[in-house]
């Protein structure tokens, strides 16, 4: 199984007037073409997507969509409170004991969470690895997903993954 961990893309400004509540508030413009762009890199390099879980927060949710999209909607798009933030990696991997996937995973969600998951799925503790917005890393196992059993495949930032983007239109 491949797990992708994708952070959301760039949302507006926190403003409590514009969105009393936090969990609406919506990828920008720019962030949504930037999500998309790299999404599409992001399925030149894991074509195999199945499943797509996301936060509940609408600017995760849309990044889901683009990711949905791009894969002309091959994937199934399930919610999980386990990716909203201050959920924890524990709830996670709770929600992934579940899938049988034999193909990739896809977690969109949100800093720091999905970084400390990444050290947990790789090294067995909550280490650090910051993704950027739109950025993802990719990590595999052999059979299913446990703390410290994880291999990364790769971890992009967000330009590289619009560059597979660019290469693929062109190919």
Known sequence: ????????????????????????????????????????????????????????????????????????????????????????????????????ETSTVVLVGHEPDLGKLAGVLLFGAPAALPLRKAGACCIEFETRCAPGKGRMRWFLPPRALRRFARQRSTA
């Open 1 to 100: 199984m491949r797990l992708v961990l994708l952070r959301h893309g760039a949302a507006g400004t926190r403003d409590p007037l514009s969105w009393p509540d936090d969990r609406e508030r919506p990828l920008t413009e720019k962030g949504l073409a930037r999500t998309q762009r790299g999404c599409d890199g992001l399925v030149r390099l894991e074509p195999e997507i199945a499943l797509v879980l996301t936060s509940p927060l609408r600017r995760s949710a849309q990044t889901a969509e683009c990711l949905r999209g791009v894969l002309d909607g091959a994937a199934r798009v399930r919610v999980t409170e386990a990716l909203a933030p201050g959920g924890t990696w524990r709830d996670v991997l709770g929600e992934l004991e579940s899938i049988v």
